[in-house]
C-alpha cells in the first residue's frame, strides 16, 4: 500500500538500544508509549533508539511519516 515500509525492529525484547533496518526516510517520528497510553519517547527517527532509561515493560513503538503510521508493535 501506499507509504508502507517493511521495518524490522531488532532485539526485542531489548533493554539498552532498538536498532531498526532498513534506514528509515527523513522526516520520520518514532514514538514509544507505554501500557497506560503515555508517551515516554517522541522524536526523529534514527536507525538506533536508546531505551536504557526505559524500565522492563510492554510498549507500543510507532513511526509515523507526515503522519502516516509505518509501523505499530509492542
Excluded at 531488532?10 to 503515555?38: E, Q
Excluded at 515493560?57 to 503522519?67: E, H, P, Q
Aim: no cysteine; hydrophobic share 40%.
Amino acid at each position: 500500500g501506499k507509504g508502507e515500509l517493511e521495518i524490522i525492529m531488532h532485539p526485542n525484547p531489548s533493554s539498552n538500544k532498538l536498532f531498526f533496518t532498513p534506514i528509515p526516510p527523513i522526516n520520520t517520528v518514532i514514538k514509544i508509549f507505554d501500557s497506560t497510553g503515555r508517551t515516554i519517547i517522541s522524536k526523529p527517527f534514527r536507525q538506533e533508539i536508546d531505551i536504557s532509561f526505559i524500565e522492563e515493560g510492554f510498549y507500543l513503538v510507532k513511526i509515523f511519516s507526515n503522519n502516516e503510521v509505518l509501523f505499530n508493535k509492542t
